[in-house]
Nanobody, 123 residues
Framework: QVQLVESGGGLVQAGGSLRLSCAAS??????MGWFRQAPGKEREFVAA?????????YYADSVKDRFTISGNNAENTVDLQMSSLKPEDTAVYYC?????????????????WGQGTQVTVSS
């Protein structure tokens, strides 16, 4: 059984920081990432890390220079360090994984998802 479990969400003031963590079990992933969904909006890509020889990271323009994704391929874990948070970052954040052997593209292609963790940024 494949499971992705997020942790670390919560309430923070604008300008503050939060660190999200995700631990996956049951399968091995070549790529892991984070998405978010705000009320009334579609789920959107936030960041991803792909392991192929080394690691490559990708970010949405809206979070570049504020968020940092990191992970451990051997342990199937991925973290998202969020800094300089804004009220518009408020959303449910989802961890996702792309199976080894599946094409890593497009960037937003993932096979498994976590249940999500709420991040609320107050102004």
């Amino acid at each position: 059984q494949v499971q992705l479990v997020e942790s670390g969400g919560g309430l923070v003031q604008a300008g503050g920081s939060l660190r999200l963590s995700c631990a996956a079990s049951g399968r091995t992933f070549s790529k892991m990432g984070w998405f978010r969904q705000a009320p009334g909006k579609e789920r959107e890509f936030v960041a991803a890390i792909r392991w192929s020889g080394g690691s490559t990271t990708y970010y949405a323009d809206s979070v570049k220079d504020r968020f940092t994704i990191s992970g451990n391929n051997a342990e199937n874990t991925v973290d998202l360090q969020m800094s300089s948070l804004k009220p518009e970052d408020t959303a449910v954040y989802y961890c996702a994984g792309r199976l080894v052997g599946r094409l890593p593209v497009p960037l937003t292609a993932f096979d498994y998802w976590g249940q999500g963790t709420q991040v609320t940024v107050s102004s």
